[in-house]
């Protein structure tokens, strides 16, 4: 049984920062790409940023590119997104999940053992 938990979320103003973290319960997935997903109300899942098994890659939709980045450090076994210059629009509950195919796809179907969610909720 796996089980993926993002902690991290928060109440912020426009502008602030706050940095998500998602670490495995039960086992390990240093040796998988993550990625990074949000829905606001009424939205459809939305890709935001993925991170290959060794850190060395990573992909982010245009939406956050230049204000988001994702890391990981395999040692502790956590995945990071720290989130910079936020803005209403950031508001959803953000998910990270296990890469199926070794890929940074941006297709939530390519994802799995999908974690509960955090809240981010970003003031004007």
């Known amino acids: 049984q796996v089980q993926l938990v993002e902690s991290g979320g928060g109440l912020v103003q426009a502008g602030g920062s706050l940095r998500l973290s998602c670490v495995a319960s039960?086992?390990?997935?240093?040796?998988?790409?993550m990625g990074w997903f949000r829905q606001a109300p009424g939205k459809e899942r939305e890709f935001v940023a993925a991170?290959?098994?060794?850190?060395?890659?990573?992909n982010y939709a245009d939406s956050v590119k230049g204000r988001f980045i994702t890391s990981r450090d395999s040692a502790k076994n956590v995945v990071y997104l720290q989130m910079n210059s936020l803005k209403p629009e950031d508001t959803a509950v953000y998910y990270c999940?296990?890469?199926?195919?070794?890929?940074?796809?941006?297709?939530?179907?390519?994802?799995?053992?999908w974690g509960q969610g955090t809240q981010v909720t970003v003031s004007s």
């Open positions: 999940a296990i890469e199926r195919f070794g890929g940074l796809g941006i297709r939530s179907e390519e994802y799995t053992y």
């Open positions: 039960g086992r390990t997935f240093s040796s998988y790409a």
């Open positions: 991170i290959s098994r060794s850190g060395g890659s990573t």
